[in-house]
């Protein structure tokens, strides 16, 4: 069964591209009813984020087709709202303004609805207008400055991650409006900034700079400024294979000196304290990368992890998808589109009790939920509705 | 109320016990943030995390860790040891009143302490037990040690992160753990919505790894659909539409996803646009086919520019284009400054003025200028054995004595 703790909650789903859809997904994954409205301009807007892309961040929700261009597609959105609890949007400020869907004229529909706004610098400010893709937010946060081998060559993460925090956030938003307006029935506007949701995940670092007056300066390290040493990501036997190790305690650094064959540097004066070895990294880093270059990752990892050492192999998406834990768990799940056939999806890494959920829905098709939505849940008889397509207001 | 939100807040009347350790302590920051009333429950002595850095002064010292100051923003703080068998007596009483109880230990170390959630909800039926572990409750890798790094390595997230030539690069901070807290945060209040409809409580089970690998973007929609193995090409994403350029005094990360004829018109426009007005250029297929040609004449023209350049009057014409900053520069940023993103932070004494990131929400029904530095470990003892529990001071001289608290 598919499960339905938030199967009270209906949501109009406004949201394109990557950040928006995410936090509809993760509360469509528990029930709620998402209905994404398909316009043609929020189709354009996607771009290359429909196909398989789109199947896999829509999936679970319906869909209605409606031309926003037009008032009177307007006008069946308003009579959606007032039926609904929540609103979500992830386009730049101005839009659902132009549309005369913003929150002061959506309220009036309903009082106690729940708008989230999800743009790239927030509804306010002078940078309100600037539009941002994930990697924009990464590169002005200085995620990507600080993820890079030295601060002469700034690298980054690789993807949009700062779309999926942002997602993240989106359903929290949610569900926290959702939670208050429970208790006291008031509804209220959520201004999410993505460019504040990735900086908040690297608050330490302003922390730091504030507090010690400093800079920070990027060394390719994993670790950071983190109580583990050495700690460092080591090339291993095999095509572009790797691990990590990271040692967080005397006893872990004995462990390694065991397992490397070499039980006495546990304690050699060189070594011996946290201090020394994070001074000594380089040093140590050499010796760590020559035991591990000559072994599979999976193998240091297994003997490593014996004695309590945090380790981890470096898994590309094949070896995520054949991962024995990941399958022992049941992470990844059929998905059957009626097109595009069958594929995989990752379920919810939110998982609790027996109501699990086992079944999942591809992303709807285009409008596959107009006669659901405008008829059964908006009363219109088929005459209307096929008026309406007729007009192009339904397409 | 502690937090910056004052009286009625978002989450009034949701408790929080929090035993979690750095992996999820961001968890309960978070709701927290949003006014609800989390105890964070540290061992005599101290939480372990307290030994994280950065330091405030570099100064290792338990009291001065910023990662724990950020972690435990808001909160209240009291020892306990659930250990202890009073210890184990005196936490089923808070978790009585509690709503919430997140944890990060190995999986069955609760049970073996008589803590599970068996136990646990005999003593509160309704009570939401949520458990971060690196791997799960259960399958083969339950018991692995993890880190931040470990999670990312797992997860799929560090081998698209870097030189082809070099290490994966882990992306910076703690982003597994801070996923892993909001897929947490956002678990305990879907739980909640149960807990107040039928008054039953559920165990949440999430594990590091899952939260990282959910959120790859790409990877495995490619790896499903197309049997393709991202792997590292340095600031070139995969679909090589986002790269970072020099310029004059710093880098420009750009995409060219949208409006290449508006892109080719400005570098004609300087003289800089070279073969990229032949046509054969406008089919996107062949440019990215041949992406090295087009970053090497992007780069010439990048060069002549400063970020700012590039930023602002791209930025005009709606290109998604910004400098890749260095976090000095974040904290002076007009755009936060103008929304106030950074707060102050009250009882840290006069000694520094620090501020900390918001939660990114700017709420129509509540304002936030301000929050609570973190607990010192056992700050909050009498105020809540004594006012909230009914100890007496007496009580609490001889459960320190006996190092239960």
């Not at chain 1, 528990?30 to 429909?50: L, M, N, P």
């Not at chain 1, 070896?319 to 990844?332: I, K, N």
């Not at chain 2, 930025?315 to 000095?328: D, K, N, R, S, Y």
């Not at chain 2, 003025?353 to 609570?372: A, Q």
Request: hydrophobic letters at 40%; proline letters at 4%.
């Amino acid at each position: 069964m598919k499960n339905r703790m938030l199967g009270h909650l209906r949501i109009i789903d406004f949201t394109r591209v990557l950040a928006g859809p995410y936090a509809s997904r993760i509360l469509a994954d528990f029930g709620a009813e998402v209905i994404k409205i398909e316009s043609r301009q929020i189709r354009r807007a996607a771009g290359a984020y429909r196909g398989n892309y789109d199947n896999h961040w829509n999936r679970n929700k319906r869909s209605v087709t409606l031309d926003l261009g037009r008032q009177e597609a307007r006008e069946i959105v308003r009579l959606l709202i007032s039926a609904s609890d929540v609103v979500i949007e992830n386009f730049s400020p101005r839009v659902m303004f132009n549309w005369g869907l913003d929150y002061e004229k959506i309220k009036a529909v309903r009082a106690d609805i729940i708008m989230v706004s999800l743009s790239g610098m927030g509804q306010t400010g002078p940078w309100k207008d600037y539009v941002a893709f994930g990697s924009t937010i990464q590169a002005l946060s200085g995620l990507t400055y600080l993820t890079a081998y030295d601060k002469n060559q700034p690298i980054g993460v690789g993807y949009s991650h700062a779309d999926l925090v942002g997602g993240l956030y989106g359903a929290l938003a949610v569900l926290t409006a959702v939670e208050y307006r429970e208790r006291t029935g008031r509804g209220q506007h959520i201004d999410l900034s993505e460019y504040e949701a990735l900086c908040t995940t690297i608050g330490p670092a302003f922390l730091d700079i504030m507090a010690n007056s400093g800079e920070i300066v990027p060394d390719g390290s994993p670790g950071g400024t983190d109580a583990a040493a050495p700690h460092g990501c080591y090339p291993c036997r095999g095509d572009d294979r790797w691990c990590v190790i990271a040692v967080f305690s005397q006893e872990d650094w004995a462990a390694l000196c065991r397992a490397m064959g070499r039980p006495s540097w546990a304690d050699d004066p060189k070594f011996n304290t946290f201090q020394k070895r994070r001074k000594r990294k380089k040093e140590l880093d050499r010796i760590i990368a020559k035991w591990t270059a000559a072994r599979p990752p999976e193998k240091i990892v297994r003997l490593l992890q014996a004695s309590g050492v945090s380790a981890g192999v470096v898994q590309n998406a094949e070896d995520v998808a054949h991962d024995p834990q990941l399958r022992s768990r049941g992470f990844f799940v059929p998905l059957t589109h009626p097109r595009r056939g069958d594929s995989v999806t990752e379920r919810s890494p939110v998982r609790m009790g027996r109501e699990a959920a086992t079944h999942w829905k591809s992303a709807p098709s285009l409008g596959e939920d107009n006669e659901y939505v405008f008829g059964e849940l908006l009363g219109f008889t088929r005459d209307q509705l096929s008026a309406y397509i007729k007009k192009g207001v339904v397409f | 109320m502690k937090s910056g939100l004052k009286g009625d807040t978002l989450l009034s009347g949701i408790r929080i016990l929090d035993l979690a350790d750095e992996k999820a302590s961001f968890c309960s920051k978070i709701l927290a943030d949003l006014g609800a009333a989390v105890i964070k429950v540290e061992p005599p002595g101290g939480d372990a995390a307290r030994n994280r850095g950065p330091f405030a002064g570099n100064n290792a010292h338990p009291e001065e860790s910023l990662s724990f100051l950020y972690n435990n923003i808001n909160k209240r703080g009291i020892t306990l040891d659930i250990e202890h068998r009073r210890g184990r007596e005196i936490f089923l009483r808070l978790a009585e009143k509690s709503e919430v109880v997140v944890e990060t230990f190995q999986p069955g170390y609760l049970d073996g302490l008589k803590l599970g959630f068996d136990v646990l909800s005999r003593v509160n039926p309704g009570l939401v037990l949520l458990s971060v572990t690196g791997f799960g409750q259960s399958g083969p890798r339950k018991n692995f040690k993890t880190c931040d790094s470990v999670a990312s390595a797992y997860g799929g997230q560090m081998v698209t992160a870097g030189l082809p030539a070099k290490a994966p690069l882990k992306p910076y901070g703690d982003q597994s753990y801070h996923i892993a807290s909001l897929y947490g945060a956002i678990a305990i209040l879907i739980a909640r919505r149960k807990q107040i409809r039928t008054g039953v409580g559920e165990h949440i089970d999430i594990s590091i790894q899952e939260a990282v690998t959910s959120t790859l973007e790409h990877q495995m929609i490619r790896y499903f659909y197309e049997k393709a193995v991202s792997r590292r090409q340095g600031s070139l994403h995969w679909n090589n539409l986002f790269c970072i350029l020099p310029c004059r005094d710093g880098f420009i990360q750009i995409t060219l996803f949208h409006q290449w004829e508006t892109l080719v018109e400005w570098m004609a426009a300087e003289g800089m646009a070279e073969d990229l007005q032949d046509a054969h250029w406008a089919d996107e297929t062949f440019r990215l086919k041949h992406v090295g040609h087009v970053i090497e004449v992007l780069q010439r023209w990048t060069e002549k520019h400063t970020t700012r350049e590039l930023f602002e009057l791209g930025q005009l014409m709606h290109f998604p284009w910004a400098p890749v900053v260095a976090p000095e520069a974040v904290l002076k940023c007009p755009q936060h400054k103008s929304r106030g993103f950074f707060v102050d932070i009250d009882g840290c004494g006069g000694k520094r003025s620090l501020k900390v990131p918001r939660l990114p929400y700017i709420f129509s029904s509540h304002t936030v200028d301000r929050c609570r530095r973190a607990p010192l470990a056992g700050e909050d003892n009498a105020e809540i054995y004594v006012g909230e529990l009914g100890f007496t001071r007496e009580d609490l001289d001889r459960l320190s004595v006996d190092q239960v608290i």
